[in-house]
């Protein structure tokens, strides 16, 4: 009974990320204050069809999305890490200027890039920078359209290369440490919720 509930939300979730690449490209303003319950629910999602019994992944998931934050908040208050940006109020409720979702977002995000690309290569090195690489693509994606949905602006407009190397930096040595528990995620799931992320941040960078 379970399993199949956790079924049914990852089709909601589909459903909700099929309705909001519609929506947001039709009424903007309407769709955009549901933005951070979308990445709630998203990562609710892989949370419940990843191994939480086990405390280790937990604790590995929300250390590494406390260490994001962290590291978006020095990011954002010296742009020495990414560039100089700050957040707008697209992502919802913020601390010391960075949304709370966000970190959470980047946390799932690296999880489900190192799983899915753990079922491709067995180096732990490779799978790590692969999967950097991959992360740190789907934010070259996100950043097209991040100032028209008011979730952060770089000084000066677009990033330069310097946040780029700066992620790639950030997501390997992040989760270096966690990987053993990291790769026990379901690969399932996390190859799904990457496609749909990419899916929903190419619909709106074509037609919005």
């Not at 086990?54 to 604790?59: M, R, T």
């Not at 560039?83 to 999880?111: H, Q, R, T």
Request: proline fraction near 4%.
């Amino acid at each position: 009974m379970i399993k199949t509930y956790k079924s049914y939300l990852l089709y909601f979730l589909m459903l909700v990320y099929v309705s909001g690449s519609i929506g947001f490209v039709v009424n903007p303003p309407f769709f955009s204050p549901f933005t951070p319950y979308t990445l709630l629910l998203t990562c609710f999602v892989f949370l419940i069809h990843s191994p939480v019994s086990v405390k280790k992944f937990i604790f590995a998931f929300f250390s590494v999305a406390f260490l994001g934050f962290i590291i978006e908040v020095i990011g954002v208050k010296t742009g020495l890490i990414f560039g100089k940006y700050s957040y707008g109020n697209g992502l919802g409720i913020k601390f010391l200027e960075v949304p709370l979702i966000i970190s959470i977002n980047w946390a799932m995000l690296i999880f489900a890039g190192i799983t899915t690309v753990s079922r491709i290569f067995a180096n732990k090195i490779t799978v790590l920078i692969v999967a950097s690489l991959l992360v740190t693509g789907i934010d070259l994606l996100i950043e097209q359209v991040a100032p028209k949905l008011d979730f952060w602006q770089f000084e000066g407009g677009l990033p330069g290369l310097h946040n780029y190397l700066g992620w790639i930096g950030v997501a390997f040595f992040i989760s270096y440490f966690f990987y053993p528990t990291i790769i026990k995620g379901n690969r399932t799931v996390s190859l799904i919720i990457l496609i749909l992320q990419i899916i929903f941040f190419t619909s709106l960078f074509i037609f919005i």
